[in-house]
């Protein structure tokens, strides 16, 4: 059974910084690309940004390309989403996922697994 644990998630200010951790488990981790989602009230589940199976290519959706970084530790199974200068409209439960392919993919229905979300709120 494949699980995915997200934490890291939080209460900021605006201009702060979060790091989101999500361990996976139950599968080969290292052989597929991995993707962090984020889901508004009321909005669509929106890509966020995606690495690929050896951490060698990113991927970024342009509201965060610059602030945040996508990152990965094979050796530990967890990839990791370091979120800078965040903003107001950064609000969101964020999801972490692991995709099909060894590739990045962008869209949600190339992931197979998902974590559950972890909640970051960003005040101004």
């Known amino acids: 059974q494949v699980q995915l644990v997200e934490s890291g998630g939080g209460l900021v200010q605006a201009g702060g910084s979060l790091r989101l951790s999500c361990a996976v488990s139950g599968r080969t981790f290292s052989r597929y690309s991995m993707g962090w989602f984020r889901q508004a009230p009321g909005k669509e589940r929106e890509f966020v940004a995606a690495v690929s199976w050896n951490g060698g290519n990113t991927y970024y959706a342009d509201s965060v390309k610059g602030r945040f970084t996508i990152s990965r530790d094979n050796a530990k199974n967890t990839v990791y989403l370091q979120m800078n200068s965040l903003k107001p409209d950064d609000t969101a439960v964020y999801y972490c996922?692991?995709?099909?392919?060894?590739?990045?993919?962008?869209?949600?229905?190339?992931?197979?697994?998902w974590g559950q979300g972890t909640q970051v709120t960003v005040s101004s």
């Open positions: 996922a692991v995709a099909g392919a060894a590739i990045v993919v962008l869209a949600p229905t190339d992931y197979d697994y």
